[in-house]
T-cell receptor, first 114, second 108 residues
Framework: DSGVTQTPKHLITATGQRVTLRCSPR?????VYWYQQSLDQGLQFLIQ???????AKGNILERFSAQQFPDLHSELNLSSLELGDSALYFC?????????????FGSGTRLTVV | AQRVTQPEKLLSVFKGAPVELKCNYS??????LFWYVQYSRQRLQLLLR??SRESIKGFTADLNKGETSFHLKKPFAQEEDSAMYYC??????????FGQGTILTVHP
């Protein structure tokens, strides 16, 4: 167990639907990062939060949004889902936004859009 | 702009053979680089950081600023080393930029 918890582990939903992925960072970590992993795109950075505030944005679609709550857990909301959104979504956390110690990753949520 | 390139998508070696996974980076600042490993689509695990100059599971990586490379090496590959390997570059605000990954297969 890495200490980063992601739920659910698997999610199957239909096109056009909306889902919420949840991430609880490792105890003491203030930064949360979301990544999308697909076979053709590799590991793509989506968004980062630090202590409740958005810190950096990557290749995140407008249909996607995220937030970090006061208890530091984060949620990634995916709406108007398309078949191409099927992927593994990883959350990672780190102690600060300037750490060079790397991330601790969660086990991911496997999203399948049918 | 920062970029990490792993030129080999697939790499196959036989057990006991040396292995080298290539990573090149582009970054204007002082680079901090990492290797992550992912077994069977599980979570990514930190393998090593260049600043610690450590050897994990027999793997080492040396930062070569002149060639802007951070290749991962192991003298004798084992079957359990079969996995996806990602090279990553630390940039601003803690963001890690990942390469496309290399799938290493070690044959018996």
């Amino acid at each position: 167990d890495s200490g980063v918890t992601q739920t659910p582990k698997h999610l199957i939903t239909a096109t056009g639907q909306r889902v919420t992925l949840r991430c609880s960072p490792r105890s003491g970590d203030l930064s949360v990062y979301w990544y999308q992993q697909s076979l053709d795109q590799g590991l793509q950075f989506l968004i980062q939060y630090y202590n409740g505030e958005e810190r950096a944005k990557g290749n995140i679609l407008e249909r996607f949004s995220a937030q970090q709550f006061p208890d530091l857990h984060s949620e990634l909301n995916l709406s108007s889902l398309e078949l191409g959104d099927s992927a593994l979504y990883f959350c990672a956390s780190s102690k600060s936004d300037s750490t060079s110690y790397g991330y601790t990753f969660g086990s991911g949520t496997r999203l399948t859009v049918v | 702009a920062q970029r990490v390139t792993q030129p080999e998508k697939l790499l196959s070696v036989f057990k006991g053979a040396p292995v080298e996974l290539k990573c090149n980076y582009s970054y204007s600042g002082s680079p901090e680089l990492f290797w992550y490993v992912q077994y069977s689509r599980q979570r990514l695990q930190l393998l090593l950081r260049h600043i610690s100059r450590e050897s994990i599971k027999g793997f080492t990586a040396d930062l070569n600023k002149g060639e802007t490379s951070f290749h991962l090496k192991k003298p004798f590959a084992q079957e359990e080393d079969s996995a996806m390997y990602y090279c990553a570059l630390f940039t601003s605000y803690g963001k890690l930029t990942f390469g496309q990954g290399t799938i290493l297969t070690v044959h018996p």
